[in-house]
T-cell receptor, first 117, second 117 residues
Framework: GAVVSQHPSWVICKSGTSVKIECRSL??????MFWYRQFPKQSLMLMAT?????????EQGVEKDKFLINHASLTLSTLTVTSAHPEDSSFYIC?????????????FGEGSWLTVV | AQKITQTQPGMFVQEKEAVTLDCTYD???????LFWYKQPSSGEMIFLIY??????QNATEGRYSLNFQKARKSANLVISASQLGDSAMYFC??????????????FGAGTRLAVHP
């Protein structure tokens, strides 16, 4: 079964509204989670590192006021796309790793397809 | 800075034949991990194989093997006995050290594999 769960899988929202995507680690506590964005026919690009109990770390070029990340518990990180516009339509996917796990233990959520109309 | 290069946008292979997907990387870190993921049209990231930078033997997982040539900084994926279900996008990725741990990933551009009957 899924070790990292992401919800919703699909979301359509109107331009100008906000949408929240959740990423949950089901079998372990994750102090760090990662959010990636993937535009059609492109690769995954790291957006930000979600840190439990502290501010997220954003990659260069990612607007922190537009992509709000909250990591309020050891099993849940949320990504909120604020004032969404059609250009924000993309595939968003999170990943997490158990603490002190082997180097190859990286679990991805199922991903969320966002369409802004 | 870390970089992953996949120079093959698309590859074709006949069913039951073997295929090699190329991946080269660049890093100044001594400790890193190399991953291959399969991404079908659903978007999920399916883990295929992992090679640690200190692993002396090439990793193998069923029909997948990783041809790790450290001096050349290459980590090619070999799929033996291709199946129709192998048709998908394939990403090479590298994990590298950062302040929070070793699970931050950078991805290559990807290779789309088409398996023909």
């Amino acid at each position: 079964g899924a070790v990292v769960s992401q919800h919703p899988s699909w979301v359509i929202c109107k331009s100008g509204t906000s949408v929240k995507i959740e990423c949950r680690s089901l079998d372990f506590q994750a102090t760090t989670m990662f959010w990636y964005r993937q535009f059609p026919k492109q690769s995954l690009m790291l957006m930000a590192t979600s840190n439990e109990g502290s501010k997220a770390t954003y990659e260069q070029g990612v607007e922190k006021d537009k992509f709000l990340i909250n990591h309020a518990s050891l099993t849940l990180s949320t990504l909120t796309v604020t004032s969404a516009h059609p250009e924000d339509s993309s595939f968003y996917i999170c990943s997490a790793s158990p603490p002190r796990g082997p180097g190859n233990t990286i679990y991805f959520g199922e991903g969320s397809w966002l369409t802004v109309v | 800075a870390q970089k992953i290069t996949q120079t093959q946008p698309g590859m074709f292979v006949q069913e039951k034949e073997a295929v090699t997907l190329d991946c080269t990387y660049d890093t100044s870190d001594q400790s890193y991990g190399l991953f291959w993921y399969k991404q079908p049209s659903s978007g999920e990231m399916i883990f295929l194989i992992y090679q640690g930078s200190y692993d002396e033997q090439n990793a193998t997982e069923g029909r997948y093997s990783l041809n790790f040539q450290k001096a050349r900084k290459s980590a090619n994926l070999v799929i033996s006995a291709s199946q129709l279900g192998d048709s998908a996008m394939y990403f090479c990725a590298m994990s590298y050290p950062f302040s929070g741990g070793y699970n931050k990933l950078i991805f290559g551009a990807g290779t789309r594999l088409a398996v023909h009957p």
